[in-house]
């Protein structure tokens, strides 16, 4: 028995807040912002909270795979920015909109969550524990952006996206490797100091805080390293892979990975203009772009690659089943 890709689905919130919009909230320009991330826009939650983005994205991942939520046996979702602080897990709240009882867990491997999500998913299947799978990425990181910090409130917005990994017989739909490590020397160079239990709530350190030289430097070289390795374990180059498909973090990263692994450009997926960092929701909602405007098909083969606070990182080898 294999795991396989069998669905994708995503939600963004309606309010879209562009670079122009920044500019009269902090001190910065929308030519400053393009240049040094490539995003132009982001969208942001107003009236809803992280459980309600997943459930939305999943609830679009079930219709596009004609599937029912009862057909789903297991919930694991990837969050920083949880409805609650400890409990209940923000999976147990999605698990409830949808209307079923089944195991439910969040991961927390900030923006390489997806792909951890899709480790474990396979395990389970692989293993014969479950059947069908709910993998889902959920942020609302305007939550925890310090909206007078310029060097970071550009960078992120809210979304989420999720997918269905199933059971099946056929070698050829079988996801085909999946690469996932942590680092925690780098801890202090993405972090949201002031939030747990270490340090209660220090009020001025609540919010998230990032050495952005120092995260470019060892993203790019770890990301590169993580899709090289990959690819040579599965005896694999670009050239058979249809979509790179990276966490939407920096156009700065992406093209430097793309460019280090010969990616070429009509391979690599980029929606981080539209959304900005959206965590682990970046991967299944570039996924789910793909799937909307009919560029993606079944069979393509997919190269996923992510790197987030921790630090993690992870890459992936996967055929697209839907």
């Known amino acids: ?17 562009t670079n122009k919009d920044l500019e009269k909230i902090v001190d910065t320009t929308d030519e400053w912002i393009t ?6 826009t982001r969208h942001i939650a107003e009236n809803e909270v992280t459980s309600d983005l997943a459930y939305k ?10 599937m029912k939520p009862e057909d789903i046996d297991m919930i694991i979702l990837a969050t920083i920015t949880p409805d609650y602080f400890t409990m209940p897990s923000t999976a147990c709240l999605v698990a409830e909109k949808l209307g079923i009882t089944a195991p439910a867990v969040d991961i927390s491997a900030a923006c390489t969550g997806f792909i951890y999500a899709l480790a474990q998913a396979k395990a389970f ?17 305007s939550k925890i952006v310090n909206w007078k910090d310029r060097t970071t409130c550009v960078l992120f917005g809210d979304g989420a996206g999720a997918a269905i990994i199933s059971a099946t017989e056929k070698k050829e739909e079988a996801i085909t490797d999946i690469d996932i490590n942590a680092d925690g020397k780098y801890k202090d160079f993405l972090i ?16 998230l805080e990032m050495k952005g030289n120092e995260t470019f430097k060892v993203a790019v070289k770890t990301l590169s390293q993580s899709v090289t390795d990959i690819l040579k374990r599965n005896s694999m180059t670009s050239r058979e892979i249809d979509w790179f498909i990276p966490h939407q973090a920096n156009y700065r990263i992406i093209d430097a990975v793309a460019r280090t692994i010969k990616m070429p ?7 981080v203009h539209k959304y900005g960092n959206t965590s682990s929701a970046s991967i299944p909602m570039a996924i789910n772009d793909l799937y909307k405007i009919g560029k993606i098909k079944k069979g393509d083969i997919m190269l996923l690659d992510a790197f987030g606070g921790g ?7 996967v055929p697209f089943n839907l």
Request: aromatic content about 10%.
């Open 192 to 207: 949201t100091p002031g939030r747990g239990v270490k340090y209660g709530c220090e009020s001025d350190r609540i919010w």
């Open 265 to 271: 450009k009509e391979k690599s997926v980029l929606t």
């Open 125 to 141: 299947i692989e293993s014969g524990v479950y059947k069908n799978i709910l993998i889902i990425g959920a942020e609302t990181l």
């Open 35 to 40: 240049k040094r991330t490539g995003i132009k």
């Open 311 to 317: 630090f993690t990182w992870g890459s992936a080898i």
């Open 1 to 17: 028995m294999y795991a396989s890709f069998k669905s994708i689905g995503a939600y963004v919130p309606p309010k879209i807040l």
């Open 57 to 66: 994205a999943s609830v679009d991942a079930l219709n596009n795979a004609k």
